[in-house]
């Protein structure tokens, strides 16, 4: 039965107690006057009130209090019943219960209980009499608001209570919820802290470590309660950002940044220490910092030894490894031999340094050898259990647990290992082992690099000593005439250094503008004719003013883009010479004003005889004078002079003959003609002699013989004269070694010019009829389907374009070849080599070249390579396709072209030592043996061709094809039976 209470209708009736003061005993309700004073001034609200009484009376009661106070804002449902105010509670909001603990359903404390079940959230306040106050205090203490004494309460402080038990629980509600909110504030803030990647420490002001995440946890290697508690045993500043070591319990040293912050941790000032674990970046910047210091001992090193000891070091010492070797491949015994070793100073390694000395490696054999083999790095975890390892017991012996080798590599092969041992167990490190690996490649380089660089240095040295040492002058000039090379001898006329030379020009050190202005003007006209040029006369003043007579040879030096680039010049001295001829011209005036004179004196006197006696004897004295002149100009002359009987008995000889043979004059006058000239044949002397006459000289080529069996060719000028009444011979020899080696150049320059034409002729010749033939072919179709095309089917159109096509397609190939070839031939072709699949390659160009025949020929494929090979079985070749291609459709096209229709044609391809073999074999009409000679030259074409289209270029290309990649071609053929081509490509680096 449900009752609702309203004070609309209803009297006011007193309560029980009216004191505002009242204070109840232990137990009893306490009122504060203030809250009192304060809830009565509250907005007025209308409060939902469940009164469960099953005592009308009491309800009647409370209701007539609540109506005495004039408490409008209460709405007041009264049920008898526990289930009955479920229900209620179900089906309308309540604000407060005021609960009797003895109902029907429901007895004691029990009552309160199945109430907070079925309604936690709604305030109860219980309604007890005075016999039962204990009753209500242990209801309070399970959490009931309050309780009220039926006999003792009036209708104001029912009024408050229920304000007081209502307004106490929202505020219970509001704070259970604003606790529940900063749980899950906290519940965040300690999963972010616990699952954040850095460490995070917090520290009182003593340093005592009061909180520690999971990650710092992981970096101290230890859980919160070794920790917490604890000193922090590392100095940190608050501020600051710094680097630790920290040595886990299991030896691990990971290195972490810590950054310091001041905080308040539980009220009191704390320091929150970050902590990131920068171990990886550390280790990173270690191996890059390890790679810069072999970058710079390599750039820095003066010899290989060196740059291995300090490798070695560098390497070990960054890495922390105890111990490292260099083994190099000694090429003769295809073995590897200890070369360099380095161990810490506290490392005791006699044993293994010992075994490792007298040792070397196959390949394939320890660790060492197995990197040679496979050309990759190697890490040997635990070296005890090693299987593969002839140094073990001494490895074991001198404490060594861990080792990783790498190789040293050049562009084609492996020349070394570098190994490194640790006194530690390590785990393989992939990335270390890659870092090595470019390492061993970069050591290779260097190793390369050097070798060449010594190989320049001692050719440098050896091309210096060559032109230092030769009595020419020998000097490159710019464009600008500026010296870039001279030897000793330049520098000698200019009296300075080769270094001084170097940049400058003769204008710097030859004061005679005269000559300097010649000297510019020889060499502007030897680059402007693109022509080697001979200088035969051409004066220089020395340092010292003296004049020197040099003869010059000047050739251009052309850079592979047809620039001239520089001037070579040599210069050979002829001042001796030019000094005798001289001298030689002032005697023939001497004597000749000397013989006029003669003969007039002759003439006036002939009439005295002692006269006569007496010029005679002045002109004997004149001409013994003159004769030993003319004695003392032969031997400064710069022929070689020879007088000698009929015999061939030298009887004299001047100093340049001596010079130039190479003998002393005593040694050259014990001599005969027939010791010195090789051609000499007395048989042939004495009709030489035979035909000379006297004072009229004849010149004649030899070849003189040096005493040191070396030869040289002279041009010699015989004069026969009589001495003592005896015939004689006087000759005189020059060296005409530059002289014939100047002709040779001319005649060879001459022979290129004439290929040249001929090759220009034969263009021409066969790019005419090549042309004419398919042109002449175009225009008549042309004409045809012009004229009378509406007289033919679309069958017959169709054929006639099918010609034109044809036609067409034929110059575009000539056109193609010519193109191609003088690419080639200009340096001009782009060679770009990349993996391919020859075999697939070989057999779609096959396919191809059958379609294109019409299969008119059997044209059948073979390869020792096939698709079923794996790919770690099929070899690899790098080449330039394209090339490739021109070189094998020449060759395929050919072989069907000269072969008659029907017959077959056999294409090989065969692989051996790294190189590609191609084999092109046909049955046709075979190539003369006399002209299989000249098949690669540009237009060049077999005699036996006949009727048979082409132009001669396509071997031309084949040939220029093989040679960019650096292979060669062979040619078997026999007529009427059939030609083989055979080409050997090698795989190229792309």
Not at 26 to 37: F, I, P, S
Not at 201 to 220: K, S, W, Y
Not at 444 to 460: D, P, S, T, V, Y
């Given at each position: ?218 970096m101290f290697g230890c859980v919160a309660e070794e920790i917490l508690g604890e000193k922090f045993s590392y100095s940190l500043t608050p501020g600051k950002t710094r680097e630790l070591c920290i040595l886990r319990p299991n030896g691990d040293t990971p290195t972490v940044e810590v950054r310091v912050v001041e905080t308040t941790w539980e009220g009191s000032t704390a320091y929150l220490a970050s902590l990131r674990d920068i171990t990886a970046r550390k280790q990173a910047e270690e191996r890059q910092q390890m790679q810069f210091a072999v970058t710079r001992i390599l750039e820095t090193a003066g010899t290989l030894n060196a740059a291995y000891e300090q490798i070695l070091e560098a390497i070990a010492k960054a890495l922390g490894w105890v111990l490292g070797q260099v083994w190099l491949v000694d090429p003769n015994f295809q073995k590897l031999r200890l070369h360099s070793s380095w161990h810490q100073l506290s490392l005791s390694a006699t044993n ?609 094809a093989i040679d960019l990649h650096g292979g060669s071609i062979n040619v078997k053929s026999d007529l009427g039976v059939g030609t083989t081509f055979t080409v050997v490509l090698p795989s190229i680096s792309p």
């Amino acid at each position: 039965m449900k009752e609702t209470f309203g004070t609309e209708n209803k009297n006011p009736l007193q309560s029980s107690s009216n004191r505002p003061d009242i204070e109840h005993n232990a137990g009893k309700l306490r009122v504060d006057m203030h809250y009192y004073e304060t809830v009565d001034h509250l907005q007025p609200t209308v409060y939902k009130i469940v009164l469960v009484e099953d005592n009308p009376e009491d309800a009647h009661l409370v209701r007539e209090m609540l109506i005495d106070v004039g408490a409008e804002q209460f709405k007041v449902m009264h049920v008898k019943q526990l289930s009955e105010a479920f229900e209620h509670i179900t089906s309308d909001d309540c604000d407060l219960v005021l609960l009797d603990l003895s109902l029907p359903d429901g007895q004691s404390l029990d009552t309160l209980l199945q109430m907070q079940v079925f309604a936690p959230t709604i305030p109860i306040m219980v309604l007890t009499n005075l016999s039962d106050e204990h009753l209500a205090v242990q209801a309070v203490r399970q959490g009931a608001q309050d309780y009220l004494v039926k006999d003792e309460m009036d209708g104001k402080w029912l009024v408050r209570g229920m304000r007081y038990a209502i307004e106490r629980n929202r505020l219970r509600i509001n704070l259970e919820a604003r606790t529940q909110e900063l749980q899950h504030r906290e519940t965040n803030f300690y999963n972010m802290i616990a699952t954040n990647v850095d460490g995070m420490i917090i520290l009182d002001t003593q340093g005592v470590v009061r909180f520690i995440n999971p990650a710092a946890q992981a970096m101290f290697g230890c859980v919160a309660e070794e920790i917490l508690g604890e000193k922090f045993s590392y100095s940190l500043t608050p501020g600051k950002t710094r680097e630790l070591c920290i040595l886990r319990p299991n030896g691990d040293t990971p290195t972490v940044e810590v950054r310091v912050v001041e905080t308040t941790w539980e009220g009191s000032t704390a320091y929150l220490a970050s902590l990131r674990d920068i171990t990886a970046r550390k280790q990173a910047e270690e191996r890059q910092q390890m790679q810069f210091a072999v970058t710079r001992i390599l750039e820095t090193a003066g010899t290989l030894n060196a740059a291995y000891e300090q490798i070695l070091e560098a390497i070990a010492k960054a890495l922390g490894w105890v111990l490292g070797q260099v083994w190099l491949v000694d090429p003769n015994f295809q073995k590897l031999r200890l070369h360099s070793s380095w161990h810490q100073l506290s490392l005791s390694a006699t044993n293994f340094e010992d075994n490792s000395s007298k040792i070397t490696f196959l390949s394939g054999e320890g660790l060492p050898g197995y990197v040679w083999q496979h050309n990759q790095p190697a890490w040997i975890a635990d070296i005890s259990h090693a299987k593969n390892f002839p140094r073990l017991s001494a490895a074991v012996t001198d404490g060594l647990q861990t080792a990783l080798a790498f190789p040293i590599c050049n562009a084609t092969q492996v020349i070394g290992v570098i190994e490194f041992y640790s006194c530690d167990r390590r785990q393989p490190d992939e990335n270390l082992l890659q870092i090595m690996t470019d390492i061993g490649r970069q050591i290779g380089q260097f190793i390369e690099r050097k070798q060449a660089e010594a190989a320049l240095i001692a050719q440098e040295s050896f091309l210096r000593q060559v032109i230092d040492t030769s009595p020419n002058l020998i000097f490159v000039k710019d464009g600008q005439g500026k010296f870039t090379l001279a030897n000793q001898a330049v520098a000698n006329i200019y009296g300075t250094t080769i270094e001084n030379l170097i940049g400058k020009t003769d204008a710097d050190f030859n004061r005679k503008s005269q000559q300097v202005e010649q000297l510019i003007k020889s060499d502007l006209e030897s680059m402007a004719t693109l022509q080697k040029q001979i200088i035969f006369e051409e004066k220089i003043t020395d340092f010292t003013g003296k004049t020197h007579w040099f003869q010059t040879i000047q050739k251009p030096l052309i850079s592979p883009d047809s620039n001239i680039c520089q001037m070579l010049g040599i210069s050979a001295d002829i001042t001796e010479r030019k000094t005798a001829e001289i001298v030689l011209k002032k005697i023939n005036e001497q004597l000749k004003i000397r013989v006029d004179s003669r003969t007039s004196e002759l003439k006036l006197t002939n009439y005295k005889l002692k006269q006569e006696n007496i010029q005679r004897s002045r002109a004997e004295s004149a001409l013994r004078k003159s004769e030993e002149r003319f004695r003392q100009l032969l031997e400064q002359a710069g022929d070689a002079f020879f007088l000698h009987d009929p015999e061939g008995k030298l009887i004299t000889v001047n100093q340049r003959a001596c010079d130039s043979l190479g003998y002393t004059r005593e040694e050259l006058l014990n001599l005969t003609l027939a010791d010195v000239e090789i051609n000499f044949l007395s048989h042939k002397i004495a009709e030489k002699w035979q035909e000379m006459a006297f004072g009229i000289p004849i010149t004649l080529n030899g070849l003189h013989l040096r005493k040191d069996g070396t030869t040289f060719p002279v041009e010699v000028s015989l004069g026969k004269f009589e001495l003592d009444g005896q015939p004689h011979i006087l000759a005189l020899a020059r060296d005409i070694t530059e002289r014939q080696r100047a002709e040779l150049e001319i005649r060879n320059a001459l022979e290129k010019e004439k290929q040249l034409n001929e090759f220009k002729s034969n263009f021409i010749t066969i790019a005419s009829h090549e042309f004419r033939t398919p042109l002449t072919s175009i225009l008549a179709a042309a004409e045809v389907l012009e004229h009378y095309g509406y007289k033919y089917t679309e069958e017959k159109k169709l054929s006639y374009l099918h010609r034109i096509q044809s036609s067409v397609n034929h110059m575009t190939e000539l056109l193609n070849d010519v193109l191609i070839l003088a690419k080639v031939e200009a340096g001009k072709i782009e060679f770009k080599p990349h993996k391919i699949d020859l075999y697939q390659f070989c057999r779609e160009l096959t396919e191809e070249m059958a379609i294109t025949d019409k299969n008119q020929h059997k044209i059948i494929f073979i390869s020792n390579l096939n698709e079923s090979l794996s790919t770690l079985e099929a070899p690899s070749f790098c080449m330039d396709e394209k090339l490739l291609r021109h070189i094998l459709i020449n060759l395929l096209s050919n072989a069907i072209k000269y072969s008659p229709a029907g017959s077959t044609v056999r294409f090989e391809l065969d692989y051996q030592e790294e190189k590609a073999i191609f084999y092109v074999h046909d049955q046709g009409i075979g190539i003369p043996l006399e002209n299989q000679n000249l098949l690669f030259q540009s237009f060049y074409r077999a005699k036996n061709v006949g009727n048979i289209s082409g132009t001669g270029l396509g071997l031309a290309i084949v040939k220029n094809a093989i040679d960019l990649h650096g292979g060669s071609i062979n040619v078997k053929s026999d007529l009427g039976v059939g030609t083989t081509f055979t080409v050997v490509l090698p795989s190229i680096s792309p």
